[in-house]
Each structure stands twice: as structure tokens, then as C-alpha cells.
């Protein structure tokens, strides 16, 4: 992949050196692991996965370079995440000196119309450390939407978490961000279940649509008239 300003690479064996230029600066790590900080042995331990994440999903965070000038930002990619749900994981780690440029924008919009129209993913999930605020803005203006707070293992603490679903150009109702589109008046009936089951839950939900006598359709690509 390639932007306007970025070029994506991929983690090798050969590039512990490089890996130590991104993660091996506290600036970096503070938000992504309990001590804030990694070892020569952690840094080792993630380029190992990195790896090990493309050679059997074909994705990991990629390293990206700046263009012309051929010089590491930092990385961003992707790593499954619900098998299930055929989700992934975006996530980003740029060094210092390239922060507030827009390059964790322009890295992140590539990486997910990669995910999107290469892998053809489901949904996307990200989450940051609650004090990375920076993150948090980053991921509204991409168009991710709040899900709630979910714990992360190598901080030990709760993470504010965010999806992002692939909506197909053929769904009755789109659910990206902030907003919701329905195509017809069946399908905005159903879009404003949705809505409400997830402030309020599938149960309470099911009872409004039984109350009112309506065939709730839970699938928005499930187009009941359709020809």
C-alpha cells in the first residue's frame, strides 16, 4: 500500500534495529503496555508476532516510511480480532516527531479500505488507553463508533473500545460513526430497533417491537422485498 505521504512495509527478521526506533521509545509504549515501557526482550517478543500475524492472517501493523523521504514513521495495520465475526483490530504507533502531521489519518483511512475491500473484514475494532485522548479523536473523525469499555490485558485496565462495520452498498440501513441511513420505511423501522437495542438491550427491544405488533428484521442486508 502507498498514500500520497506514506509507503507500507512489511516487519522482517532482519529489522529488530528498526523495531527498537519505534518501540523502543516511552513516548511510544506508555499507552500500550502496564510498565509503559519495553524491553529489548518485549520489542523482540512483538516484531516475533508482527511476523508471525502475517505470515498466517496476511496483515500485522506494518511498518510505514515516509515518502520521498525514505525515514520510519512508525506502523499501522491489523490483527484478528473475533474469528467469529470475521473482525479485526486496527491499531497505530507513530515516533514522536511525526505526531499532529495527519499521518495516523492518512495511514489509518489505507489501512482501513484494506481491510474493507482486500480482506473484505466485517467489522473493524480499535480502542486506546483511557488518558490517550489524541486516539480518541483520531478514531471519531475516522468514523468509528463507541461500543463501551472493554478490559485490556497488557495495560490491566478498561479501554475505551470503537467499531466500525462494512456496510454494503446494498444494506437496507448504515450504521457508520455518528449516523444512520435507512433506505425505505420498513428498513428505518428496523435501523430505530437497532438503534435502541444498543443503548438499552436485545430484550427490551424485543418488547417494544412485540408490543406494537412488528416483525423486527435484525438483518440489514436482508431485504424482505427484494426481487
Known amino acids: 500500500m502507498e498514500t500520497e505521504r506514506i509507503r507500507f512495509s512489511k ?9 527498537v526506533q519505534l518501540w523502543g521509545k516511552e513516548d511510544v509504549t506508555r499507552y500500550i503496555c502496564a510498565s509503559g515501557k519495553f524491553t529489548e526482550q518485549d520489542i523482540q517478543k512483538r516484531l516475533n508476532f508482527e511476523i508471525s500475524n502475517q505470515k498466517q492472517f496476511n496483515v500485522q501493523y506494518w511498518p510505514i516510511f515516509g515518502t520521498p523521504v525514505d525515514e520510519l514513521i512508525g506502523c499501522c495495520g491489523l490483527r484478528p480480532f473475533k474469528s467469529e465475526e470475521n ?14 502531521q495527519g499521518y495516523a489519518f ?3 483511512a489505507s489501512v482501513i479500505k484494506y481491510g474493507f475491500t482486500i480482506i473484505k473484514a466485517d467489522k473493524l475494532f480499535a480502542g486506546h488507553h483511557p ?12 468514523g468509528f463508533k463507541y461500543i463501551g469499555d472493554n478490559f485490556y490485558e497488557p495495560t ?25 441511513t435507512s433506505s425505505g420505511v420498513s ?23 412485540d408490543g406494537i405488533e412488528y416483525n423486527w428484521n435484525k438483518d440489514k442486508n436482508n431485504d ?3 426481487r
Open 11 to 19: 516487519w522482517t527478521d532482519d529489522d529488530f534495529s528498526l523495531a
Open 106 to 108: 492518512e495511514a489509518a
Open 156 to 180: 490491566g485496565l478498561y479501554h475505551p473500545s470503537y467499531e466500525m462495520c462494512n456496510c454494503s452498498g446494498n444494506a437496507r440501513w448504515v450504521t457508520d460513526g455518528k449516523f444512520y
Open 87 to 100: 473482525s479485526y483490530e486496527i491499531g497505530f504507533h507513530l515516533r514522536k516527531k511525526f505526531w499532529g
Open 187 to 209: 428498513a428505518g423501522m428496523d435501523m430505530a430497533l437497532e438503534f435502541i437495542a444498543e443503548r438499552f438491550g436485545i430484550d427490551r427491544t424485543n418488547e417494544i417491537a
Open 224 to 226: 424482505p422485498f427484494a
Open 131 to 142: 488518558q490517550n485522548m489524541s486516539s480518541k479523536k483520531l478514531l471519531l473523525r475516522l
